[in-house]
């Protein structure tokens, strides 16, 4: 008798484990199925997608400004065109400390409080991985001495520009205009004449007179670079580059001689000249005094 009841609870129990062990092989099969369904679904469903993603984390696209077009007198000589400057960035994600960076920088490049002022300033409106100014318009000697001790500053380099340089800017100012920073009403004209994404890399636009009326034909075309980042925004490599297409060059029918020598004429009293070729029409001098 004790050795049928022994019998009938081993049973039960064996009875049990199975259950058990096919509700747990059941369970384990149905999570096995959700996460083939959720690989599925990444892998092959939304492949595109976290592609895409991926693909916007990793490779950056950076913009190169294209050089302005050149505006010259009827002769060729050259009113309105472009030197090189050079300007001293720190990208502050690169950099451990950039307190302690600021100031080592002091006596390399002659930094100022103006100017450590003004790159705070700067970076708090800045993004993430964005180049900042530290000091603009670097002379000869401060480019040599960063470039001597630059291994000191990692995250930190010299860079070039271009910027507008008026050789006879006395004589022409009215005519020729000038130019100046993009401001906030600059963007919104350019968002609505869809023509901001060409800008993406200047800082300049024609604010008046020849600058300014030939803004289109003298900006160029913006180009870019699309390069490869880590997870800390450091280039890692350059996949591909689209070159900018420089600004035409312009000739106007001003003689540059001709509007000094009448400026000289005028010189201390109040009336303004044209002169204008009465073959063709076309205005060979401009002038007006006192100067606006």
Known sequence: MKLQNSFRDYTAESSLF???ALVAFLGILLLTGVLIANLYNVQIVRFDDYQTRSNENRIKLVPIPPSRGIIYDRNGTPLALNRTIYQLEMMPEKVDNVQQTLDALRDVVDLTDDDIAGFKKERARSHRFTSIPVKVNLSEVQVARFAVNQYRFPGVEVKGYKRRYYPYNSALTHVIGYVSKINDKDVDRLDKEGKLANYASTHDIGKLGIERYYEDVLHGQTGYEEVEVNNRGRVIRQLKEVPPQAGRDIYLTLDLKLQQYI???????????????????AILALVSTPEL
């Open 18 to 20: 199975v259950r058990r």
């Open 263 to 281: 400026e000289t004429l005028l010189a201390g009293s109040r009336a303004a000249v044209v002169v204008t070729d009465p073959r063709t029409g």
